[in-house]
């Protein structure tokens, strides 16, 4: 028996599927399934269904306008917006922002910002990698100087997912360039509206537009805008890439692909019969089948960690890694599946496969990629747990 046969989470799974299958329109789910990166305003009609139910940020606390769901029923409700596939929240306003308002902004930021995230009206960026501070964020140049009542921006930000829709920035930027580097970082809210910020937009190898390189020239923010302490700004970064890593973990949107890759098997063995490298297949379903059990136990495990009001700690990285691998293994599977048929024929995969159960899989399997790289790149996951965990 499962820890999920409980009655009362049997019950609150039925009112999530409820809740799913009378709102959840066509066209939400279509480009869900399609891979496609989501338009906004579809993201914020979306958003703003699930918070007039009361779910629009399942993992806040209830004093911030979360529904006071604890960890396994977030974590049911995640699998039933995966398996009826609805769009995925805003990750840097609900799961970033959000949070680091809530555990480090003021009364007003909190006012402010808060309500506008969870009802959809306002979307965030994240605003720290720069051409040579990704993986070694200490280092960034980008600078915040005080003027009068003003913070003086001036540097570079590049892959800001969703910049060109973003109404607003978390941004990590230097207050101080004596002691250590790490010592003289601060965090902003940035309205990506300020005269001096130009963007740029980067198309990645699915063909899609979702990163953006941003330049600052003397970019003018209130001085109010400072979150939390100043020179504090790494120890929130990190806290905030933590709890980034268990959701990059990505394990409810997994078991959603391993079912599709199953039905995916069973399409292409009615389709093609014995010229179907069935035995191939099958290895490597169930090799992914079970190391999806092991991480979705890890999962867990943390989920009861932080239910005790612990922090997932530097295990997030080990769950960053294997959840990427996997995500990436799904798509490799379904591409080597397909074979010829997978092969696609028009620049933006949005249409035109060789075949109709093609769809989706090569634009997803282009993007994902990235999950290794970003949120901290795997090598970079790899040594935190050496450090952290293994004391090497
Ligand atoms: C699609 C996409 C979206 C992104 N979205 C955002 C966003 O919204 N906001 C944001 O701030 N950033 C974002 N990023 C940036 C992302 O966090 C960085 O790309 C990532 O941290 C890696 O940094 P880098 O690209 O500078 O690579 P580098 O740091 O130059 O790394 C290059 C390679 O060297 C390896 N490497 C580097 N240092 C070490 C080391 N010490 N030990 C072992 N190996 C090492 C890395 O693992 C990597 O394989 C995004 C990136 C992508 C691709």
Same mark, same amino acid.
């Given at each position: 028996?499962?820890?999920?046969?409980?009655?009362?989470?049997?019950?609150?799974?039925?009112?999530?599927?409820?809740?799913?299958?009378?709102?959840?329109?066509?066209?939400?789910?279509?480009?869900?399934?399609?891979?496609?990166?989501?338009?906004?305003?579809?993201?914020?009609? %979306?958003?703003?269904? +699930?918070?007039?139910?009361?779910?629009?940020? @399942?993992?806040?606390?209830?004093?911030?306008?979360?529904?006071?769901?604890?960890?396994?029923?977030?974590?049911?409700? &995640? &699998?039933?917006?995966?398996?009826?596939?609805? @769009? !995925?929240?805003?990750?840097?306003?609900?799961?970033?922002?959000?949070?680091?308002?809530?555990?480090?902004?003021?009364?007003?930021?909190?006012?402010?910002?808060?309500?506008?995230?969870?009802?959809?009206?306002?979307?965030?960026?994240?605003?720290?990698?720069? !051409?040579?501070?990704?993986?070694?964020?200490?280092?960034?140049?980008?600078?915040?100087? +005080?003027?009068?009542?003003?913070?003086?921006?001036?540097?570079?930000?590049?892959?800001?997912?969703?910049?060109?829709?973003?109404? +607003?920035?978390?941004?990590?930027?230097?207050?101080?360039?004596?002691?250590?580097?790490?010592?003289?970082?601060?965090?902003?809210?940035?309205?990506?509206?300020? $005269?001096?910020?130009?963007?740029? $937009?980067?198309?990645?190898?699915?063909?899609?537009?979702?990163?953006?390189?941003?330049?600052?020239?003397?970019?003018?923010? !209130?001085? &109010?805008?400072?979150?939390?302490?100043?020179?504090?700004?790494?120890?929130?970064?990190?806290?905030?890439?933590?709890?980034?890593?268990?959701?990059?973990?990505?394990?409810?949107?997994?078991?959603?692909?391993?079912?599709?890759?199953?039905?995916?098997?069973?399409?292409?063995?009615?389709?093609?019969?014995?010229?179907?490298?069935?035995? %191939?297949?099958?290895?490597?379903?169930?090799?992914?089948?079970?190391?999806?059990?092991? +991480?979705?136990?890890?999962?867990?495990?943390?989920?009861?960690?932080?239910?005790? /009001?612990?922090? @997932?700690? @530097?295990?997030?990285?080990?769950?960053?890694?294997?959840?990427?691998?996997?995500?990436? *293994?799904?798509?490799?599977?379904?591409?080597?599946?397909?074979?010829?048929? /997978?092969?696609?024929?028009?620049?933006?995969?949005?249409? /035109?496969?060789?075949? $109709?159960?093609?769809?989706?899989?090569?634009?997803?399997?282009?993007?994902?990629?990235?999950?290794?790289?970003?949120?901290?790149?795997?090598?970079?996951?790899?040594?935190?747990?050496?450090?952290?965990?293994? *004391?090497?």
């Amino acid at each position: 028996m499962s820890i999920f046969d409980a009655p009362e989470l049997r019950a609150f799974r039925a009112e999530v599927r409820g809740f799913l299958d009378e709102h959840l329109t066509p066209d939400l789910v279509e480009e869900t399934r399609a891979g496609l990166h989501l338009k906004r305003g579809r993201m914020a009609r %979306w958003q703003a269904m +699930l918070n007039q139910r009361g779910w629009g940020a @399942p993992h806040w606390p209830a004093a911030a306008g979360g529904p006071g769901w604890n960890e396994l029923q977030r974590y049911i409700f &995640e &699998e039933e917006c995966a398996f009826a596939d609805s @769009p !995925p929240g805003d990750v840097l306003g609900l799961f970033l922002a959000g949070p680091m308002i809530i555990a480090e902004g003021s009364a007003e930021q909190k006012e402010r910002y808060l309500p506008r995230i969870l009802s959809g009206e306002e979307f965030w960026c994240q605003g720290f990698s720069e !051409p040579n501070a990704g993986s070694d964020l200490a280092s960034l140049k980008t600078t915040a100087v +005080l003027d009068g009542d003003e913070w003086v921006i001036n540097g570079q930000k590049t892959w800001l997912s969703s910049g060109h829709y973003a109404d +607003l920035m978390f941004c990590l930027a230097r207050t101080r360039t004596d002691g250590k580097p790490q010592e003289g970082l601060s965090q902003f809210v940035v309205d990506m509206c300020t $005269p001096g910020i130009t963007l740029q $937009p980067i198309y990645t190898m699915d063909e899609g537009h979702s990163v953006n390189a941003v330049f600052f020239d003397d970019v003018r923010v !209130p001085r &109010e805008n400072l979150i939390g302490k100043l020179n504090h700004g790494w120890s929130y970064a990190k806290d905030l890439l933590a709890r980034e890593r268990v959701n990059n973990a990505q394990a409810p949107r997994t078991k959603r692909d391993i079912l599709e890759l199953e039905r995916l098997a069973d399409t292409l063995r009615n389709s093609y019969g014995p010229a179907f490298d069935d035995v %191939w297949a099958r290895r490597r379903l169930a090799s992914i089948t079970m190391d999806f059990v092991g +991480l979705e136990s890890a999962v867990l495990k943390v989920l009861a960690r932080q239910m005790s /009001g612990g922090e @997932p700690g @530097p295990v997030a990285s080990t769950l960053k890694i294997r959840g990427s691998e996997l995500q990436q *293994r799904v798509t490799e599977t379904a591409l080597g599946m397909l074979g010829n048929a /997978g092969i696609v024929l028009t620049p933006n995969y949005g249409e /035109g496969f060789l075949a $109709p159960e093609a769809k989706g899989w090569a634009q997803r399997h282009f993007f994902r990629r990235v999950v290794t790289i970003y949120a901290g790149s795997n090598e970079i996951q790899k040594t935190i747990i050496a450090k952290s965990i293994l *004391r090497m």
